[in-house]
């Protein structure tokens, strides 16, 4: 099990292009979460997926952010229009979600975005 | 709601003395808490987690926390500090009723002086 991966793991774009992150979860994990990071705070939770299901949004996740997990396994996140404030970390995690494991969540290394 | 207040942004410690790092939170259920380390540019990585029972958990490289139920806290300490443990560190409480998105703390980092 090689854990979460998210690719890349560095973006630099202009302002007003179009990015996509994408993020592998631990194998058998049916749950899958973004968050973002800026610099000097903690993460900030973004959505979570249950197998394809996407079952919550952050009020944080404007209508230029959309994230798919189409076949429950990878996940991705777009971002369209970037703008200078979306600069930051954005971190996956994923766990799995059944009785007794209590959902312990583990994390990739982030895409590190930098919108000039 | 949940959150979590951590108790200084940062923390300066000499090589080989104690080190404590604070952290209380807020919860309508009974929490799940967790530390989690982060070293530049990388992602998180759990020290330490409390679900149920045993309120004193042990986690990676000699970290352990205490959960005190009256004080609502969830310190984190190290007897001896080392210089590999400089880095960020992040308390989180887990929203049980809510999915389990993660609620984190701002961070507090470490410093470790030789």
């Known amino acids: 099990d090689t854990g979460v991966s998210q690719n890349p793991r560095h973006k630099i774009t202009k302002r007003g292009q179009n990015v996509t992150f994408r993020c592998d979860p631990i194998?058998?994990?049916?749950?899958l979460y973004w968050y973002r990071q800026t610099l000097g705070q903690g993460p900030e939770f973004l959505t979570y997926?249950?197998?394809?299901?996407?079952?919550?949004k952050s009020r944080l996740l404007s209508d230029r952010f959309s994230a798919e997990r189409p076949k429950g396994s990878f996940s991705t996140l777009e971002i369209q229009r970037t703008e200078q404030g979306d600069s930051a970390m954005y971190l996956c995690a994923s766990s799995i979600n059944r009785a007794g494991a209590k959902n312990i969540q583990y994390f990739g290394a982030g895409t590190r975005l930098s919108v000039l | 709601a949940q959150s979590v207040t951590q108790l200084g942004s940062h923390v300066s410690v000499s090589e080989g003395a104690l080190v404590l790092l604070r952290c209380n939170y807020s919860?309508?259920?009974?929490?799940?808490l967790f530390w989690y380390v982060q070293y530049p540019n990388q992602g998180l990585q759990l020290l330490l987690k409390y679900t149920t029972g045993a309120t004193l958990v042990k986690g990676i490289n000699g970290f352990e926390a205490e959960f005190k139920k009256s004080e609502t806290s969830f310190h984190l300490t190290k007897p001896s500090a080392h210089m590999s443990d400089a880095a960020e560190y992040f308390c989180?409480?887990?929203?049980?009723?809510?999915?389990?998105?993660?609620?984190f703390g701002a961070g507090t980092r470490l410093f470790v002086k030789a």
């Open positions: 997926f249950q197998n394809e299901a996407q079952l919550e």
């Open positions: 194998s058998e994990h049916n749950r």
């Open positions: 919860s309508s259920v009974p929490p799940y």
């Open positions: 989180a409480v887990s929203d049980r009723g809510g999915g389990f998105k993660t609620i």
